[in-house]
């Protein structure tokens, strides 16, 4: 398995390899385009050095925003995205020892258990959470009962909704004119 969502070959190296980059890419993703969000997470690894969620809740909270920061930024809302993260990462520590992979992998859960998980953590409403389990489901091989309804519609098979299914350029180029459709029909029913 291997993630092709930022365009760079090393920033979706290390969505693929570590599930805290995937998960923190996911709650970098709004007011931004997917690939900068995504990026994110690379940007933060080299930055920092930090990889793991221990080590980015731990940091200096002016040390960390600086890190987000600088140029290129990692979002357009440094300031609330850092903080945001560095509560993701505490989040993390606190109720699953540190590990992401943790929120889809202890206890064998179910797509609906992920999903409550998933809304459990700071930055994630429904909508996020849906996305991300429907990228766990399409993309990250996991295998729970019920994930495609849990996460509908962006499980649904065959869609071009999100990030979820962006496998190459062309899945891209669908999602982005999916969303378009969307906010000019968003902006037509006002």
């Not at 979706?12 to 690939?35: F, I, K, R, S, Y």
């Not at 990692?74 to 300031?79: A, C, I, L």
């Not at 959470?129 to 993309?139: C, D, N, R, T, V």
Request: glycine share 8%; with cysteine; hydrophobic share 40%.
């Amino acid at each position: 398995m291997a993630l092709h969502i930022t365009g760079d070959t090393a920033a979706d190296e290390l969505l693929t390899e570590n599930p805290l980059a995937l998960l923190v890419g996911m709650l970098l993703d709004q007011q931004v385009a997917m690939e900068t969000a995504f990026a994110g997470p690379l940007k933060i690894e080299q930055r920092t050095g930090a990889t793991d969620a221990a080590t980015i809740a731990s940091m200096d909270p002016e040390e960390f925003l600086a890190a987000f920061k600088q140029t290129p930024s990692v979002h357009r809302f440094p300031g609330s995205m850092a903080t945001r993260v560095q509560s993701l990462c505490q989040t993390l520590v606190d109720d699953w020892g540190g590990d992401a992979a943790a929120l889809w992998t202890s206890g064998d859960p179910d797509g609906p258990t992920v999903l409550k998980r998933l809304k459990a953590l700071p930055g994630f409403g429904e909508q996020k959470a849906k996305i991300f389990l429907a990228l766990l489901g399409k993309q990250y091989g996991f295998t729970g009962e019920g994930w495609r309804e849990a996460s509908a519609p962006y499980g649904e098979e065959g869609s071009f909704r999100s990030v979820a299914d962006i496998v190459s350029p062309e899945s891209l180029t669908k999602v982005r004119e999916h969303k378009r459709a969307m906010k000019a029909a968003a902006k037509a029913a006002k």
